[in-house]
């Protein structure tokens, strides 16, 4: 799987609730004990920030820094083998301006400093990978992806800048103009199905695999649904020539990769809308588990797990289930938060840390 990837310091100033922190992170990561409120999540969301510079909670940055404050300071030290990464962001609010700086070097464009630091985060809402609507599993498609490669975040950026150039025109009924991004939309679209493919090429033996391993009996389905022929380029031409007049008619792009998802099935059942909450919970904590495995391989190198209140919402036996499988699949710098102690498996040692009214207590 790869040398770990351990992140080793952080320094937070002015985010969310936390008090100013400056702290050595243990190589075995953290249990975060707390009650509810206090600020454990929003630590977790400090560590995770630097991964891809957004909030894991899909909040603006505008929101990240305390109320009424100038802005917030976020520093993640990392290292992977020999190698060792400080990435440092500081948003001001006043002119709304994020500023990234790696190995003290300013970075310019965010898409070059995506990827320097490496985790994974679960938290409670990402039971909607499996229970929620298909834009949940495309963005999980997409961060994963664009973690494993820059060249799929390249043609991912690409790709929805032509999409909303083209979608623009549409809504404008300039069909020429319109017409005119086909191609970039073409090139780029092509190599996102693509990856997409290439991974779903393992993804169902994966997902099924993972499930058993967390103790689900019934048999389950994982398959990309979409349009697979426009992973070749040349299908492209022919594919929006026939979907212009529903694309007239409606002002949007009805074909490509921003339409597709994942299918997930359980028992020959649609896992979203029959399966059980415990399944839906279960198959989300899978799918994580296959980014964990994902990233490794892509990138030599094994991330940071950070879960927020996970084991909380399974039962003993898949509690024992999923320490188990991280420790197979090598994950050992775990950030784990809980509001006690006694809601954790025996097997998840940690040190142990007490977040109260944002102050870390170690």
């Known amino acids: 799987m790869g040398a770990p990837a351990k992140l080793e310091c952080l320094v937070v100033r002015g985010f969310r609730n936390l008090d100013d922190l400056d702290c050595e992170l243990p190589a075995e990561g953290v249990t975060l004990l707390g009650a509810n409120g206090q600020g454990k999540t929003n630590l977790l969301e400090a560590l995770?920030?630097?991964?891809?510079?957004?909030?894991?909670?899909?909040?603006?940055?505008?929101?990240?820094?305390?109320?009424?404050?100038?802005?917030?300071?976020?520093?993640?030290?990392?290292?992977?083998?020999?190698?060792?990464?400080?990435?440092?962001?500081?948003?001001?609010?006043?002119?709304?301006?994020?500023?990234?700086?790696?190995?003290?070097?300013?970075?310019?464009?965010?898409?070059?400093?995506?990827?320097?630091?490496?985790?994974?985060?679960?938290?409670?809402?990402?039971?909607?990978?499996?229970?929620?609507?298909?834009?949940?599993?495309?963005?999980?498609?997409?961060?994963?992806?664009?973690?494993?490669?820059?060249?799929?975040?390249?043609?991912?950026?690409?790709?929805?800048?032509?999409?909303?150039?083209?979608?623009?025109?549409?809504?404008?009924?300039?069909?020429?103009?319109?017409?005119?991004?086909?191609?970039?939309?073409?090139?780029?679209?092509?190599?996102?199905?693509?990856?997409?493919?290439?991974?779903?090429?393992?993804?169902?033996d994966r997902f099924a695999g993972e499930l058993d391993a967390l103790g689900e009996s019934e048999s389950v389905c994982l398959r990309y649904r979409g349009h697979s022929e426009l992973a070749e380029r040349g299908a492209w031409e022919p594919a929006l020539q026939a979907a212009l007049p529903r694309d007239r008619a409606r002002g949007t792009t009805t074909v490509g990769p921003h339409r597709d998802d994942l299918a997930l099935e359980i028992g020959g059942r649609p896992l979203r809308s029959l399966g059980s909450t415990g399944q839906q919970r279960t198959a989300a904590v899978a799918l994580k588990l296959m980014e964990i495995v994902t990233l490794a391989e892509a990138r030599a190198t094994q991330p940071a797990l950070l879960l927020d209140d996970v084991f909380a919402e399974l039962d003993r036996e898949r509690q024992a289930r999923l320490a188990r499988r991280l420790v197979e699949l090598g994950v050992t710098q775990i950030f784990v938060t809980a509001p006690r102690r006694d809601e954790l498996p025996p097997d998840m040692q940690r040190p142990i840390w007490h977040v109260e009214c944002g102050r870390v207590r170690r």
């Open 48 to 204: 995770s920030y630097p991964v891809l510079f957004r909030s894991v909670r899909g909040a603006p940055d505008q929101e990240l820094g305390r109320f009424g404050g100038p802005g917030f300071h976020v520093e993640v030290c990392a290292s992977a083998g020999t190698d060792r990464t400080c990435v440092v962001t500081t948003y001001t609010a006043a002119a709304r301006r994020k500023r990234v700086t790696i190995g003290g070097e300013e970075i310019p464009r965010l898409a070059d400093a995506v990827g320097h630091c490496l985790a994974v985060t679960f938290l409670p809402v990402d039971v909607g990978l499996a229970s929620g609507p298909a834009p949940e599993r495309r963005r999980y498609l997409d961060r994963m992806l664009a973690l494993a490669g820059r060249s799929y975040l390249t043609a991912l950026t690409r790709y929805r800048a032509a999409l909303a150039q083209r979608n623009s025109a549409l809504r404008q009924g300039r069909l020429d103009v319109a017409r005119a991004f086909d191609g970039a939309l073409a090139d780029s679209g092509a190599a996102v199905v693509k990856r997409r493919l290439e991974w779903m090429a393992h993804g169902a």
